[in-house]
């Protein structure tokens, strides 16, 4: 019986702009996966700890504030401290594309920016988190 | 790594009591593959208080939880809380949002919180919460929270399953003939109107009460407690109105009936998963155009070697047992 993957879907610290986390969670649920949202405003480690009760495949963090340099390195920490690496982390926002370069050589596996289509973040969600899936099972 | 050694480093890690061996265990339960786990853990269950929470949507029943959750804390108990939210009949996919509500527990180490999705079952819970609330229990927490979808009207699986029912009402939803409803108005051993701040919250707490007034109940008579889950008023009350049926199922003894009720419930549960799957593949193989339904149904029911009964019995739960006898 093949189990659904599963994504957390997660705003962090001062960043009420919840819409495109709305829209990129009910993209990957008509894609067939059951999607955890956590809310708005929380920290790194409400997040990964999030990410590990509920087993999840994957850790989508959206970004508007301007804080990605601070709270994207914190969670690949986090993940690292609980070693949690196995869980995939991704995320998007109003995201430069140095510091987008910068912060996947630090761990983060993708950064989608304004205009990303949105099959794109789908199918390398599918992919990814499926890896993860074939391999803890 | 076979399966075989991956249950057994699953054992080891749950044993070891780190949250993600009891996260891995509930996913191995939810894919189906969670027997051997569970044959080793059983011996082990029977200790946790289990609470479900019932109620129609956008009631307040995660606000309700996440109160509870904070009371059960400041008694120095550990909480798990299972919470099911809809998956979609046509994608599968799921969004489940009831976490929002229950943001300051995330790191609390003394509060496991799964969400779970529904995956076509329609009682009101998932296939597997049966077996979540088990590993939860063999994990060694105190108390479990149990949260249904949202429901409307019959959906009453929750009272198989846990020691005390909780049904969530809110104020202006209907007229007086919807407390009078068959369902989950009859499955209540502790009555919530929630929003209490509501103009009509009076209203509903009369129509609750003079609704109880017409029954005679054998044994337990279920509380009508008042809250607002935003601000923790009436939580204390709540909190009490739950010690007080489970003082009252362990001096009448009835706690056993309970324990035995969730049993059956899960038996039934793995039971009519087996069948169904195929019966499912059954249909896909044996339906054919040009018959008529009924015939359609005794070749079906062939390939499992049932002869069809006449049925006027009607299909009733064995088990689920109202404390309402009927009219006084």
Redesign the interface.
């Known amino acids: 019986m093949s189990r659904p993957l599963r994504v957390i879907i997660a705003k962090a610290g001062l960043d009420g702009h919840d819409r495109g986390a709305k829209v990129i969670a009910r993209a990957l649920r008509d894609a067939g996966m059951e999607v955890i949202y956590t809310g708005l405003f929380q920290t790194p480690e409400q997040i990964v700890q999030t990410a590990i009760q509920e087993d999840a495949d994957g850790i989508g963090l959206s970004i508007l504030s301007g804080a990605h340099m601070t709270l994207f390195p914190l969670i690949v920490e986090q993940l690292k401290a609980q070693g949690a690496q196995d869980i995939v982390f991704f995320g998007g926002g109003t995201i430069p594309p140095e510091d987008a370069d910068e912060l996947r050589r630090r761990g983060v596996q993708a950064i989608f920016t304004p205009g990303a289509p949105l099959s794109e973040i789908v199918s390398f969600v599918e992919h990814e988190c499926g890896k993860r899936r074939e391999l803890v099972g | 790594m076979n399966?075989t050694d991956?249950g057994a480093a699953l054992l080891r890690q749950f044993e070891a009591r780190s949250?993600?061996g009891?996260?891995?265990a509930?996913?191995?339960a939810?894919?189906?593959r969670g027997a051997q786990l569970i044959r080793h853990l059983f011996a082990r269950t029977g200790r946790s208080m289990t609470i479900g929470l019932t109620g129609p949507p956008g009631v307040g029943k995660s606000t309700l939880s996440s109160a509870l959750v904070r009371k059960a804390r400041s008694l120095g108990k550990t909480v798990g809380v299972v919470s099911v939210d809809p998956?979609?009949p046509f994608?599968?996919?799921?969004?489940?949002?009831d976490?929002?509500r229950l943001?300051e527990h995330?790191?609390d180490s003394g509060v496991?919180?799964?969400?779970m999705?529904s995956?076509g079952h329609l009682g009101g819970l998932a296939g597997a919460t049966a077996d979540a609330v088990l590993l939860m229990d063999a994990f060694g927490l105190d108390v479990i929270l149990i949260e249904t979808v949202g429901v409307g009207q019959s959906e009453i699986e929750i009272a198989e399953l846990a020691h005390t029912t909780i049904v969530a009402l809110q104020p202006g939803s209907g007229d007086s003939i919807q407390v009078l409803k068959a369902g989950i108005m009859e499955v209540a051993d502790v009555f919530v109107v929630n929003k209490k701040d509501h103009p009509m919250a009076n209203q509903l707490k009369r129509e609750i009460r003079s609704m109880m007034e017409m029954l005679d109940f054998s044994g337990w008579v279920p509380e009508l407690v008042m809250t607002q889950a935003t601000s923790g008023e009436g939580i204390d009350e709540l909190w009490a109105a739950i010690e007080n049926h489970v003082a009252y199922l362990q001096k009448s003894g009835e706690m056993a009936e309970k324990r035995l009720e969730a049993f059956t419930h899960q038996v039934r549960q793995l039971a009519l998963g087996h069948l169904q799957r195929k019966l499912e593949r059954e249909l896909r193989s044996k339906v054919a155009e040009g018959i008529d339904p009924y015939a359609a149904a005794d070749r079906v029911l062939q390939s499992f070697g049932v002869t069809p009964e006449g049925g006027d019995e009607p299909i009733r739960p064995p088990h689920v047992r109202a404390s309402v006898k009927g009219l006084m």
Do not use: M, V
């Open positions: 399966d991956a949250p993600r009891l996260a891995r509930i996913s191995y939810e894919s189906g998956s979609s994608s599968h996919g799921a969004l489940l949002g976490r929002i943001t995330f790191t496991f919180i799964r969400s999705a995956r």
